[in-house]
Structure formats: structure tokens, C-alpha cells
């Protein structure tokens, strides 16, 4: 019928409507594969592919917040670890929690064992004040030497943190939180300010408290990495063991007499 309608009458010509006895089913039974099947397997697919990255994420890179979470009593008994470590008489070992499902790291407030930024950055600008103070004592002082001191803290704590995950990748593990290691090296800046604070008031005090500040940080670097970190070590060996955390305790004594230094000089 519409075959005899020509173009002048400005009908368009309606699609072929020849029935396809295939179609209707073929196109239930692929948008139904595609909803169900298809949808599913992408489903999966993000799905793991989220969890991969939240749970690689929560490993190498934990949420900043938990790092603050202090309180005034928490910072008393911190430092006294830090600064009296073999006083310590509790253990070494963070107190873990199950958080949906699994098993989390209860914050510093409720464990003394938990990493904290909140003393190191502290101690970090104590740092930088009572340095700069000490070159302004000796008419040394300028904006550019603040931020030379800065600097130098900087390269400080990297090192650290460097020493620190080297260590634990040498032991075929470097699944420590990244903000732990931070957290740890930093502590090395709390003594290093009672040292140049002692050095303000008399001279000859930074010599005696400049090595126990050493000492007392190889410990508890020592003790740190020996119960918390290696905990995570997949392969261990005794000797190996041994002769890393006795180089992580030596290593303190020249990086803090570096840091110590106060002077606009990199190596004196």
C-alpha cells in the first residue's frame, strides 16, 4: 500500500514493521545479561577496586585526624617515654579494637603506645624557635637564618623517616603506615629542644644533654621498631634484626648533634 505513495505527497515512508520472531526474546535475553550479568561483574569489579584502594590507602596513608587525638595526661606520659624510655615499665605493643569487622589501632588518647603528630610538630617549632633565639643571642639572627633552621629540621626529620622505612622495606616489609614513621622520627626534636633549652641558660649543659638526649632516642627508636613495627615484618632473621636496630641507634648520635649545631653552616 504505502509502496504506491510517491514523493510529492510528502508522506514519509513508514520503516519496514516485517515481523522478526527473534527480537523481542533476543532483546529480553540481552538486556536482561546486561543488567544482571554485565551489572554484576562491573559491580564486582569497582567494588574491589574501591576496597583495594581504601584498604592501601588506610596502609601507607592513615586518616591525619587519628593523629591528633591527645589529651594533656596522654602528652605527660608520652614524653616520658620519649625522654625516659627504659622507665618504661608497661609494654611496647599498640591496644587494637575491631572497627567494622576488622581490627584497628585504638587512638593515643587511649594508648600510650599510638603514634601522635601533634608533640612532634610541636616539638618541631620549639625547635626552630629556641634555635633561632640562641643565634639572636649571639647577634646571629635574621628572618633568612629562621628559615635556614627550618630547613635544616626539615632535612632532619626526613632523614629519620628515611632511615626508619628503609629499615623496614631491608626486612621485606614497608606496609607501616607512612604517617607511623613520621610520627616516630619526629619525636627526635622533644629532647633535641631540652638540649638547646639547657643550652640557653648554661653552656655546658648541652654537652651533657645532648648525648643522653641521643641515648635516650636510640632506645626508644629501638624499642619502637622491635615491638611495633617489625611486627609486621614478614620474614625476620635474628642477626639481621639485630645489627639494623643497633645502626637505627647509633645513626641518632650524629643526625642530633647535626641538628644541634646551631649554626648557618650545613655540615658545622
Known amino acids: 500500500m504505502y509502496d504506491n505513495i510517491g514523493p510529492q505527497t510528502g508522506v514519509p515512508r513508514p520503516p519496514n514493521t516485517q515481523p522478526n520472531p527473534f527480537g523481542n526474546s533476543f532483546y529480553g535475553a540481552s538486556s536482561g545479561f546486561i543488567r544482571g550479568g554485565l551489572g554484576a561483574y562491573g559491580e564486582k569489579i569497582l567494588g574491589s577496586s ?3 584502594v581504601q584498604s592501601n590507602i588506610s596502609r601507607y596513608f592513615s586518616d591525619p585526624q587519628y593523629y591528633f587525638q591527645v589529651n594533656d595526661q596522654y602528652v605527660k606520659n608520652k614524653l616520658k617515654v620519649v625522654l625516659f624510655p627504659f622507665l618504661h615499665r608497661g609494654h611496647w605493643t599498640r591496644i587494637t579494637e575491631p572497627v567494622g569487622g576488622r581490627l584497628s589501632y585504638k587512638p593515643p588518647i587511649y594508648d600510650i603506645n599510638a603514634p601522635d603528630l601533634y608533640i612532634p610538630l610541636m616539638a618541631f617549632g620549639t625547635y626552630v624557635v629556641l634555635s633561632g633565639l640562641s643565634l639572636g643571642l649571639h647577634g646571629k639572627f635574621s628572618p633568612e637564618a629562621v628559615n635556614w633552621l627550618f630547613a635544616k629540621g626539615v632535612v632532619g626529620w626526613t632523614f629519620q623517616v628515611t632511615l626508619l622505612k628503609m629499615t623496614l622495606f631491608s626486612l621485606g616489609s614497608g606496609e607501616a603506615p607512612l604517617l607511623d614513621i613520621v610520627a616516630y622520627a619526629g619525636y627526635t626534636f622533644t629532647g633535641l629542644s631540652l ?29 619502637t621498631m622491635k615491638r611495633v613495627l617489625f611486627a609486621e615484618v614478614r620474614t625476620y632473621d635474628s642477626s639481621r ?7 637505627i641507634a647509633l645513626a641518632q648520635f650524629p643526625l642530633l648533634i647535626w641538628l644541634g649545631n646551631i649554626s648557618l653552616n650545613w655540615l658545622f
Open 241 to 247: 634484626h639485630h645489627y639494623l636496630l643497633l645502626f
Open 195 to 223: 638540649a638547646i633549652l639547657g643550652k640557653l641558660f648554661w653552656r655546658f649543659t648541652y654537652y651533657f644533654m645532648l648525648p643522653w638526649t641521643c641515648l635516650c632516642m636510640g632506645i626508644f627508636l629501638v624499642k
Open 50 to 52: 574501591s576496597e583495594y
